[in-house]
């Protein structure tokens, strides 16, 4: 092996640096970067040895993929419509969150279906993985159990078992003698991961890599492995909150984007088909600072409480504490609520929260977010049968948003009676409830919360 200079590898999202420097310029991680291998170059030159190609033209057919269903109806929806064999899929999340458990529920529902299923455990010995579906009630289920790190191994036993489905937790276990690395480290990710995906397009077996996301340090997160994967999910949730979304961010077979709710329950995690239901599910008496936003994730609506708390400060820069929301988007909200509607927030701690832990990445939950500020600073509820969405521009305008008839459906069925929302919206087929159309934040500030 010929000795080649050092590079520097973030362990957290994979951006090569010349040197090593203490911050991350591509995720902007702290003491993240660690020396790393590079991976051989390969012979200088290419011979004349290769063999053409077979090429096709645009207009050929092309059947969709076959897909097993795993019963799990969550779950099948964030995979695109079920798991597509040969396929690699990336299950990434915080440790402990239950990854593990889900997989393992899933690994089980799949084997049901009557697929050949294996389960290789490099985090816990087999007795331990063993328990764990005792305790879940899978322990009927035709799952074959492995407790192993070597992939040299891991693989081979593959081939020799050509099984349906293979669960590799976690991928940060693994590790290839080939590679001078230690298992963890980026280039032993990188490729035990490499190693397997190709072994799934080769064999015709899907895979499923489990990733601990990792605060910092030696270990290399899942985002190494991000773009060689077909479909990438992350897990998110508290760990003290009931509530789990498996949220799909990128998918070769179905829609990004798309998400999963679970509920953390005694015997495991259970889907919730219902989540706008689940979500709303804890608000009680209509309360200021609370306002209910008619969202949309993946292909489906989902309503969500938008929580605010807005109280002197006593601090010289006041508190802006965002969670579950981009505080990016937040602070261009409060300033446009200060220059275009004279509100202004200075000497005020504002909090903002989505109710139930999830994350409302759309540009549509401006209208709400501006709801819930005004609503806890003016100390007036927003009335518990109406739901908002809109966009907010910098002057200040409400532009329309996607899927309007969408989210006024969801939010009729779940009994809301009015709408808040931008003037020039689609909303044909939403009859049953009361439509306050406004053209600018000026107008929503008036009606909802008196001129001054
Ligand atoms: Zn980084």
Redesign the pocket.
């Known amino acids: 092996m010929s000795k080649s200079s050092p590079i520097f590898t973030?362990s957290?999202?994979?951006?090569v640096h010349k040197k090593w420097q203490g911050r991350?310029?591509?995720?902007?991680?702290w003491n993240?970067?660690v020396e790393d291998t590079p991976l051989s170059s390969g012979p200088k030159s290419l011979g004349a040895k290769g063999r053409s190609i077979p090429l096709t033209d645009l207009a050929t057919e092309e059947a969709p993929p076959p897909r097993a269903g795993s019963g799990i109806d969550e779950l099948d929806r964030v995979l695109g419509g079920g798991l597509v064999p040969a396929s690699a899929i990336l299950v990434g999340g915080d440790p402990g969150i239950g990854k593990s458990t889900l997989l393992l529920q899933a690994t089980a529902s799949f084997a049901r279906k009557g697929l050949k299923c294996l389960y290789i455990s490099g985090e816990e010995a087999s007795a331990q993985v063993r328990m764990r579906a005792q305790r879940l009630g899978l322990a009927q289920a035709p799952v074959s159990l492995g407790a192993e790190t070597n992939l040299r191994d891991i693989l081979t036993t593959l081939d020799a078992e050509r099984p349906d489905l293979a669960v590799i937790d976690s991928i940060q276990t693994m590790w290839l003698d080939t590679v001078e690395a230690a298992p963890g480290s980026v280039s032993q990710v990188r490729a035990a991961a490499h190693e397997l995906v190709t072994f799934a397009k080769k064999r015709g077996v899907a895979v499923i890599l489990v990733g601990h996301v990792t605060k910092e340090g030696q270990i290399a997160g899942p985002r190494v492995v991000e773009h060689m994967v077909d479909t990438v999910l992350y897990f998110e949730g508290e760990r003290g909150h009931q509530f789990r979304i498996l949220r799909a961010v990128k998918n070769r077979f179905g829609p990004a984007d798309e998400i999963g709710v679970f509920e953390m329950t005694g015997g495991g995690l259970s889907q919730v088909t219902n989540p706008s239901a689940l979500f709303l599910s804890s608000r009680d008496t209509p309360a200021p600072g609370s306002a209910v936003f008619a969202g949309i994730e993946g292909t489906r609506p989902v309503l969500t409480e938008i929580q605010a708390l807005v109280a002197p400060s006593t601090l010289a820069s006041p508190r802006r504490t965002v969670v579950g929301l981009d505080s990016g988007r937040v602070s261009t909200i409060l300033a446009v609520l200060e220059a275009r509607c004279g509100i202004p927030f200075t000497g005020l701690d504002v909090f903002l929260n989505v109710a139930g832990g999830l994350r409302v990445n759309e540009p549509a939950a401006d209208l709400a977010v501006a709801g819930a500020l005004l609503s806890a600073r003016e100390d007036v509820a927003i009335p518990p049968d109406m739901v908002l969405f809109g966009e907010i521009s910098l002057s200040g305008a409400l532009r329309p948003v996607g899927q309007t008839e969408n989210r006024l459906k969801e939010a009729s069925k779940l009994g809301f009676q009015q709408a808040t929302l931008p003037s020039r919206s689609k909303t044909s087929g939403a009859e049953d409830m009361k439509l306050r159309e406004m053209a600018d934040l000026t107008a929503f500030v008036g009606e909802m919360f008196g001129a001054g």
């Not at 991350?24 to 991680?29: A, L, P």
Request: charged share 10%; glycine share 30%.
């Open positions: 973030c957290t999202c994979g951006t991350c310029d591509g995720c902007g991680g993240t970067i």
